[in-house]
Structure formats: structure tokens, C-alpha cells
């Protein structure tokens, strides 16, 4: 199923951008998880929109409200469904793409699939509004994945000629929600701040790249070939609108790498084997070996943009202009960092729970 993704923790999505709510369902978290809402309401707002000039200006209070899978503050082995309710709606912004669909976005793709029936108001289903569960059931995942001394950090590493000078060494789970580009220094989130206030002026947008790392991963998670770590961090990034890429590790430098040079030799440490550098990524055969999980993500410019676009009249099958009127992230990857954050936490919960790391019900002495 396209809504469906996971197998021992399955995360299914539904809603729309300007429908009544948005929400998901995680079927397979063990029983006995106490579920600290006020982190649920942290994660949301680190993705909620209307933060800065560089977000969207759509204002949503973006509360979750958990209506199964839950009793008395614990999880209790059902399906946890969340709701999020959509408030701040214009769909008359949209009747104009109804018959001209966006270049860059999916609106074209979608006439084909499902024609004059699909949901056009705000994106429907491939809005970035539908990000928001997703972070919902992320950070239940993250405190799932707390139990078990495992984080998650994310950050922004470039947008446009802007490159942070940190790296995944750096930076702590926390750590990038102190800058407003979210980029982890001060020298490059203020280049940042300069190329998007530009940006903001001309009408336009830019693309942007997110850098991850899980750290201490338990060893032996993932499977050889179709269900490795890589397959199934990249089946959960590419549910994120806009994103159009993923390496792990060194990535694409290793067409430029000698063997000599790539390879991560091992040493013994404290009895553990670790390696002397990461340039896998902390994946071998598709199966974690222990050292932390890196891995990047590119997220394209936002679609939506002011300047005048040609595209095509599905009403009259020819040539016409676009121009789009709304309220549009001037750089989608900015919000997306909470999101690959947290939904980096629940594939590693699934892999995990495949693995058996986890147990189904978590003991009663433990929060």
C-alpha cells in the first residue's frame, strides 16, 4: 500500500493539506512506553510553520491529539493514531493550479494518476503538511530509542553557497534548532540568512542539504540486499516531499577514492572493534557494525515560487503562464530537518524491533 511503510513498526499516513486534519497510526511499538507529549509538542514545533520569514506563513497550532494505542500515559500494544487538525486553509489560492499544474511539482503527475478526481486544494496528499504526523510519530520513536542510549542528529550542511564548517562530530541532537537556518555555526547561518533574505526579495527559493548521524546503533541491525539499513533510511527520506537524494557515508566521493583510502580499518578498543575512519557510513553489507550511522539527504528548491512560470492548460491543452500566488517556504529544507530527524528514529526503531533489540513489552520498572 503507498500509505504503508515498515515491518515490525508499520507507519501509515493519511489526510490532506487543506482537508479537516492530518494524521498517522504506528502499529508494532512495544506496550509499556510512557509517551511524553510535551517532546510530541517539541518535535511539532520545531517543524511548525510561520517560525521565521523562512518558513511558510501559514499559522498552525499544530497539536496532536493521540486517540488510540494509549492507556494511562502508556503505550498498550494497539495502534498509536494521532490526529492534527488543519486550521489555517486557503484553498482560493489554489483554483488557478486546479488547470495549471506547478512546475516542479507534483501536480502534474497526479492529473495523470488520478485525473479531474485528485485533491489539488494545497498540494492534497503531497503537501508538506503532511510532514507534521510524521514528526508526531518520530518523536515517539526518539524516546523509544532513548531507552536504548540511541540518538538521532540532524542538521543543515549547505543551502546555495552557504557550507557549515561543523561536522556530524560536532553537533548534538539539539544542537542546529539554535540557528534560525538551522545550519550549526554562526559564520555560515549568517551567509544563509543573506542568500534567503535575496531570495525572499526576487520570489524565489533554493535547494539545501541535511546532514544525519545515529550514534551508538546496536551492532547486527539491517539485512543483506533488499532489506539493509540503506533500503530502509532511504524508503523513509524519500516519503519527504522534495527530497531527491541520499548517500551514505563517503557517498559519492568513493568514485574518487582509492581502496587504500576508502576502507575503514579496524582496531580493538576497550575490546570492541571499531574503525579509524567512517567512511561507510557505519554500514557494511547492509548491516550496521556499530560505529554511527551518517548519512546525507538534498532537499530541491521549493516548487512554489512568485516568479512567472510557463506551464501547460489541462482545460485547453495549450501553453500558458503561472503565476503563484500563496505562502510558500522560500527553502523546504529548513523545516525539513525535524522531519529526517525523527523519521530517521523510526526506521531505526523498526530495524530494531525486526532485530529483536526491543522487546514487545517493556519492563514495568522502566519509563
Known sequence: MAFVAGKSLKLSIF??????????????????????EDNIRKWLSRRRPSQ???????????????????????????????????????????????????????????????????????????????????????AITT????????????????????RTSMTENDVGPDFAYEYKTRMPDADSDAIADGILKALLKDGDSIGGSIKTVVRSPPRGIGEP????VESSLS?????????????FGAGFRFSGLKGSEANDVYF???GDVKTRSNNNGGILGGITNGMPIVFSVV?????????????????????DA?????????????????????????????LMLQNQNIPRVLDDGEE
Open 15 to 36: 489526510g490532506s493539506s487543506h482537508g479537516d486534519l492530518v494524521g498517522c497510526s504506528l502499529d508494532g511499538l512495544p506496550a509499556g512506553l510512557k509517551i511524553d
Open 52 to 138: 521565521s520569514e523562512y518558513t511558510t506563513q501559514r499559522k498552525e497550532k499544530d497539536v496532536a491529539e493521540i486517540v488510540s494505542g494509549m492507556t494511562d500515559g502508556y503505550t498498550d500494544g494497539g495502534p498509536v493514531t494521532i490526529l492534527i487538525r488543519n486550521e489555517d486553509r486557503i484553498s482560493a489560492h489554489y483554483e488557478e493550479m486546479r488547470f495549471k499544474p506547478r512546475p516542479g511539482h507534483g501536480d502534474l503527475t497526479l492529473f495523470y494518476k488520478y485525473g479531474e478526481h485528485r485533491n489539488y486544494k494545497g498540494g492534497g496528499f503531497l503537501s508538506g503538511r503532511m510532514t507534521a504526523p510524521l514528526v508526531a510519530a518520530g
Open 143 to 162: 524516546q523509544l530509542l532513548d531507552r536504548y542510549g540511541v540518538t538521532v542528529s540532524s542538521y543543515i550542511e549547505k543551502i546555495g553557497d552557504a
Open 225 to 228: 540486499f533488499y532489506d539493509s
Open 235 to 247: 524508503r523513509m527520506m524519500f516519503s519527504i516531499p522534495g527530497l531527491k537524494g541520499i548517500e
Open 268 to 270: 580493538l578498543e576497550n
Open 299 to 319: 532537499m530541491k528548491p521549493t516548487s512554489s515560487i512568485r516568479k512567472e512560470q510557463s506551464t501547460v492548460n489541462l482545460k485547453t491543452w495549450k501553453e
Open 322 to 350: 503561472l503565476r503563484i500566488v500563496g505562502r510558500h517556504d522560500p527553502c523546504i529544507a529548513i523545516r525539513a530537518v525535524p522531519v529526517v530527524q525523527t523519521l530517521t528514529s523510526v526506521a531505526i526503531a523498526d
